[in-house]
């Protein structure tokens, strides 16, 4: 090897020449791609990669998706064949693991990642939630009146309590920023239950990772391995997507800038590439293309592993400086168009015919083409790519579970943290009206019921006062009753009494007796003169 620059092996060229193919660790930020059709040897040249920066000092993130790739936490044994690929490299296997932490975002094969609802945004969210353009729009008003109001939306509990806070000021909400229908609110809450159940929510919270505990350095001047259990993830590809991408834009974010350095700060492999970009909305295109761009100035190479660079969109493809392509297949009209874009993208080797070399490629072979120390594309060799030191295939259960025990992030992520946030200031305040509610309510059901006794105690009164005039008015009646009799008998003349006196008698005999009415008369005025008498 006549390179003097520091540069990470891949294999030898099967060209006559022989030549070394290696990627300069200072222009391992300018990116890259591997790709390949299934079972042409892409995670064993992820693997390679991801072991030749780490023993570099060049921290590496990647994703396991078949689970294959846990084996780089263990050192090698390297079977009759790969150890006669080495001797003709003339290269001397070494046995040995890479320094591996795993992580898994459900926290089962490696330790929990976490972020919190706030730092992935309306746009990811959006992503991971599939909503359409109007519930993205309700979303985002969502997190403007969550900053607005000092509300913490760190995970999905604190994203379901605010929705249904929006929902209820809703005409409140809508006179500032816009009108937000209930049946968006209800699409949104559907999407939340459906992350739920694929298992999203444990993705959501706190503690968040930081990202100095991926690009930790050991002292042995090794980088640290951050591997991703995806075998589980893959399942819910849209979270997949949405979570690689999110750690690649708070990358940078919070990386200062440092231009092009000897080596990178942290390489990181999107497996799976092409999920990122199906059906992907126009402004989630722009911001992967934008954060490649940019994110190089950072130190971070970012390499897209995909079966066919035709899954990558072309402006980001044209940012790839470094290509790794395994054999294509061409067994449709589709296939042989790829093929096509694949073989012209690369550098003309004179020597072959490129779309012809990727389709007779076998396994374990590739097509190179790396970055001179100028940032040039050198022309594309055909290269039988190095053995591992690591081994080929899945950590054990028990190794992964020794792995983790001796992790040094042990400890720091796995218990979740549950701070007040949206969901319980909004709780407490709701607790508050419902408790003023309450004692409004109580305050009137008192003031209604004293009213009430008033009223009874008032009635009783009346009563009261009825009777007394009641029996004052019979009394008077009694009273005027009495008084009128007494003056009725002190008007009546006195009766006179009955009995008969002896000279009444003797004329009453004499006036029997007399026998004419002149007589009578005579005798009764002598009789009432001597009467008087």
């Known amino acids: 090897m006549t390179e003097t620059a520091p540069s990470l092996f891949l294999g030898q060229s099967m060209d006559a020449d022989k030549a070394f193919q290696t990627l300069l660790l200072g222009r391992a930020n300018r990116h890259g791609v591997v790709a390949g059709a299934t079972g042409t040897g892409k995670t064993v040249t992820l693997q390679i990669m991801a072991q030749g920066f780490s023993d570099a000092g060049v921290p590496v993130f990647c994703a396991d998706v078949k689970g294959d790739l846990s084996g780089i936490c263990m050192p090698g044994s390297p079977n009759e064949k790969l150890l006669a690929r080495a001797a003709g490299m003339g290269l001397t296997l070494e046995p040995k693991a890479a320094p591996v932490v795993f992580w898994d975002l459900y926290g089962q094969k490696g330790h929990p990642i976490r972020t919190t609802v706030s730092e992935i945004g309306p746009v990811m969210l959006s992503r991971m939630l599939s909503l359409s353009e109007v519930q993205e729009g309700v979303l985002s008003v969502v997190f403007h009146v969550a900053d607005k109001e000092g509300l913490l939306l760190l995970d999905l509990d604190d994203l379901r309590a605010m929705l249904a806070h929006v929902g209820e000021n809703s005409e409140r909400i809508g006179r500032e920023v816009g009108n937000v229908a209930p049946v968006s609110i209800a699409a ?10 694929e298992g999203g929510a444990a993705f959501f919270g706190e503690p968040a990772l930081r990202l100095e505990d991926m690009m930790r350095t050991g002292l042995d001047g090794r980088g640290q391995v951050n591997v991703l259990d995806a075998t589980r993830l893959m399942n819910s590809p849209r979270l997949y997507a949405a979570f690689l991408l999110w750690l690649l834009s708070e990358l940078f974010e919070q ?18 590439a092409h999920l990122l970009f199906t ?4 402004a989630l295109r722009q911001k992967v293309e934008q954060v490649v761009r940019l994110i190089r100035s950072k130190g971070v190479g970012v390499y897209f592993v995909t079966q066919n660079p035709a899954d990558i969109p072309d402006s980001v493809l044209a940012q790839l400086g470094n290509r790794i392509q395994h054999a294509l297949r061409a067994y449709t009209p589709a296939d042989q168009k790829g093929l096509k874009a694949a073989s012209q993208s690369f550098r ?9 070399a990727i389709q007779g490629l076998g396994v374990g072979e590739a097509l190179v083409s790396t970055l001179d120390e100028k940032g040039a594309p050198r022309i594309v060799a055909r290269t039988t790519v190095r053995p591992p030191d690591s081994r080929l295939g899945p950590a054990t259960d028990a190794e992964r579970a020794a792995i983790m025990a001796a992790s040094p992030v042990r400890g720091a992520y796995d218990t979740p943290i549950d701070r007040e946030s949206a969901e319980e200031v ?69 009766r006179r009494s009955t009995r008969e006196t002896p000279i009444e008698a003797a004329t009453k005999s004499v006036l029997r007796t007399a026998g004419s009415t002149i007589t009578r008369e005579l005798l009764r005025g002598l009789l009432g003169g001597l009467k008087r008498r």
């Open 188 to 197: 949104i809450q559907r999407a939340i239950l459906q992350l739920e159940q």
């Open 255 to 272: 990386l200062p800038e440092v231009g092009d350095p000897e080596k990178p700060r942290l390489v990181f492999f999107f497996d799976e």
């Open 279 to 282: 059906d992907a909305p126009d």
């Open 348 to 356: 003309v080797n004179p020597a072959f015919d490129t779309a012809e």
């Open 426 to 494: 909004l709780a407490a305040r709701r607790g508050e009206a419902d408790k003023s509610l309450a004692e409004t309510k109580l305050a009137e059901a008192q003031a209604a019921a004293q009213a009430k006794a008033d009223a009874a105690a008032a009635k009783d009164d009346d009563k009261a006062e009825a009777a007394r005039l009641k029996e004052q008015a019979r009394q008077q009646a009694q009273y005027e009753r009495e008084a009128s009799r007494a003056r009725t008998q002190a008007r009546a003349p006195a």
